[in-house]
């Protein structure tokens, strides 16, 4: 239970909004072993969005728990003077640096390797966690009936954005959050990697690809080659030429970057 409100569930966050919700948790004195389990999985708690990026928030910036605020600063209109301005509060640190590395290393893999593959962005680092949630009526689970939700942040290895979408009951989809809430969230982070400029990252984990998904690789730096041994190495892609000598002085894409193989590489030979 310490650890539940470390995290600020059952709490407001502070956030510079009205109206904001705790949450709902077991009373500790109702807090048994069955409720314990299935708090830590999710269904013995209720907690509002905001409550749950801000924990995620700490769990993969290093382990500091910080009050959210919606407005940055505001300035005057006519002396430009900045009049207020919200910075970042610390609350509390609720675990170690080395354990929140752990845990960004865990979210990356699930979107490498698991349920949040939807969500992997080629060329950068993208950690997450799907959510397939039962909703309550009258106090019993609803069968068929979920709240679907991804919650999903990058850079993975030094994060700068956090996205966080729930679905409510989507009708005519399969009921996953990584089938359904994780495209959207990669589409909101694509936009913010060209809104705030974030440069591609090297080192991620290599996604695992199912015979449905179209497949990326690597591309062969091949700059200097002659005609032939160049088109030898770049065998997985489609390949167009431009120039009329034999030696390859320049390529696009961009060598060692993720490109589908449906890509065209083109050559510029002199």
């Known amino acids: 239970m310490g650890y539940?409100?470390?995290?600020?569930?059952?709490?407001?966050?502070?956030?510079?909004?009205n109206g904001e919700g705790n949450g709902i948790l077991f009373k500790e004195d109702k807090m048994g072993p069955l409720e314990l389990a299935t708090t830590a999985f999710g269904?013995?708690?209720?907690?509002?969005?905001?409550?749950?990026?801000?924990?995620?928030?700490?769990?993969?910036?290093?382990?500091?728990?910080?009050?959210?605020?919606?407005?940055?600063s505001v300035t005057d209109d006519v002396s430009k003077a900045v009049v207020f301005e919200n910075k970042v509060n610390e609350k509390?640190?609720?675990i170690s640096p080395e354990t929140s590395a752990t845990v960004r290393f865990a979210l990356e893999s699930v979107v490498a390797n698991g349920t949040g593959k939807n969500a992997y962005i080629e060329n950068y680092r993208v950690g997450g966690k799907t959510g397939t949630a039962?909703?309550?009526?009258?106090?019993?689970?609803m069968v068929g009936n979920y709240t679907l939700s991804f919650i999903g942040f990058l850079p993975a290895n030094d994060p700068e954005v956090i996205v966080y979408v729930a679905i409510d009951n989507p009708k005519g989809v399969t009921?996953?959050?990584?089938?359904?809430?994780?495209?959207?969230?990669?589409?909101?982070?694509m936009s913010a990697i060209e809104?705030?400029?974030?440069?591609?990252?090297?080192?991620?984990?290599?996604?695992?690809?199912?015979?449905?998904?179209v497949k990326y690789l690597v591309v062969p730096d091949v700059v200097g080659m002659n005609k032939s041994d160049a088109t030898k190495a770049l065998k997985d892609f489609k390949v167009k030429y431009?120039?009329?000598?034999?030696?390859?002085?320049?390529?696009?894409?961009?060598?060692?970057?993720?490109?589908?193989v449906e890509t065209t590489i083109t050559l510029l030979l002199n």
Request: glycine share 12%; aromatic share 8%; hydrophobic share 35%.
């Open 242 to 260: 431009s120039g009329s000598g034999d030696k390859v002085v320049y390529m696009s894409p961009a060598a060692n970057t993720f490109q589908s």
């Open 92 to 94: 509390r640190r609720v």
């Open 43 to 72: 269904q013995g708690i209720s907690v509002t969005p905001i409550q749950q990026i801000t924990a995620v928030s700490a769990v993969i910036n290093g382990g500091i728990l910080n009050t959210p605020y919606v407005v940055s």
């Open 175 to 189: 009921q996953y959050g990584g089938t359904v809430s994780a495209p959207i969230a990669r589409s909101i982070l």
């Open 134 to 141: 039962q909703k309550v009526k009258d106090g019993k689970y």
């Open 195 to 213: 809104t705030l400029d974030i440069k591609e990252q090297s080192g991620g984990m290599l996604k695992e690809y199912s015979y449905l998904d």
């Open 4 to 17: 539940i409100k470390k995290f600020g569930f059952g709490s407001k966050t502070g956030i510079d909004l």
